[in-house]
């Protein structure tokens, strides 16, 4: 864990605590089905942390998730996270579709642009 400290237009950055992946036991989201950056570590000791967004959280999670699956290959629990999100296809797979709605719209924009941009005879 880290600490930002602004020194006048310096930045410096302090080491408050390092954790090992390997003593990770569990990482629980709180909530899979808000937008909320809360979650919790739990280590020999429960860390509660913020992340800086929702996105921000699954990103942490997914990345200790690799991280795990390179190195130690240990069962890392995670927990009330939404496992569509967590996946590296979870983007093309995810329940609302939206990445394939969004697609579509911008298809369908560029298309009309197109059409609007050639000469009529």
Known sequence: MVKHLRVDREEKYEIIENWLLKDLEMIDGKEADTDNPYFDMHFHKVYSLEAYSCASKYTFARTLNKLNGMYLKKDLKI??????????????????????????????AFNLLCLSLCPLS
């Open 79 to 108: 927990v009330n996270f939404d496992d569509t999100y967590l996946n590296d296809d979870s983007i093309w797979s995810s329940n609302n579709r939206d990445c394939l709605v969004l697609m579509r719209i911008c298809f369908y």
